[in-house]
């Protein structure tokens, strides 16, 4: 049975187009994951809004069901003011989401399983609060580490833990999607391995195949819900990543 672990290898699709001692650019089985999510994620955009029908088809549906999605959630937790941010928080949305989907297919690549990946997005996110809540309060964006309301004695130390919380956050942000999905895709190909197995023994090794067969499809449609409610923690996080950075005094 192959290694559980070996779906998670990146390997060279093409020939590298740059290759040295110490640097190789190619395309790569990631590198085509995250082309392929955002090409879809265009077309979906594209065809399903060059219509612009007044009674919307499938494609236009998704797109709009999509769109509002992340509009309410912008505005239920980073309000009106929020919305300038929506086609950043929209694409983070629909860049994962696609990504998690696209890894749902046999042998297709999950580039969400990466921590480089997911630590590269957590990072935009919040290199993109300290620049948006500078840009707009100035030093006074600092009264984020200073919640307002609190004994001068205990300032020092609540300053110092909400210092440490907000520099934890582009890992625990990248963590939790990380570690989500390759703890699912881990499982799944476990259980695929053992039906593949006993299904070679004959007769009673299929018949004994039915319960880790039954566990494969139980965690199919548990990866599916995974695919999803990842990708909206991310996005929602983000909201309230930005909503700080524009209302940094609470």
Request: charged share 10%; with cysteine; aromatic share 10%.
């Amino acid at each position: 049975m192959a290694s559980p672990m070996h779906q998670f290898e990146i390997a060279p699709i093409l020939e590298p187009f740059i290759k040295t001692d110490t640097l190789e650019i190619g395309l790569t089985n990631s590198a085509a994951a995250m082309i392929a999510a955002s090409l879809s994620i265009t077309a979906l955009m594209i065809l399903s809004m060059s219509g612009r029908a007044v009674i919307p088809g499938r494609l236009q549906s998704i797109a709009e069901l999509s769109y509002e999605f992340v509009a309410n959630m912008i505005r239920d937790t980073a309000g009106t003011a929020g919305m300038r941010f929506m086609p950043f928080v929209f694409s983070l949305f629909m860049f994962i989401l696609i990504g998690n989907l696209i890894g749902m297919f046999p042998y297709a690549f999950t580039f969400t399983s990466h921590i480089i990946v997911t630590f590269a997005l957590a990072a935009t996110v919040i290199l993109s609060v300290l620049v948006i809540g500078f840009a707009k309060h100035g030093l006074g964006f600092l009264r984020l580490f200073a919640p307002s309301g609190l004994p001068v004695l205990l300032l020092p130390a609540i300053v110092v833990i909400e210092i440490i919380s907000f520099l934890t956050r582009p890992v625990s942000l990248s963590v939790r999607l990380f570690a989500n999905m390759l703890a699912g895709h881990t499982m799944l190909k476990v259980f695929a391995g053992f039906v593949s197995s006993l299904s070679a023994l004959g007769t009673i090794g299929i018949i004994g195949a039915i319960v880790p067969l039954a566990g494969t499809l139980a965690i199919t449609a548990l990866e599916f819900l995974v695919a999803f409610l990842q990708a909206y923690i991310f996005a929602i996080l983000t909201c309230i990543y930005l909503n700080d950075a524009l209302h940094p005094a609470h």
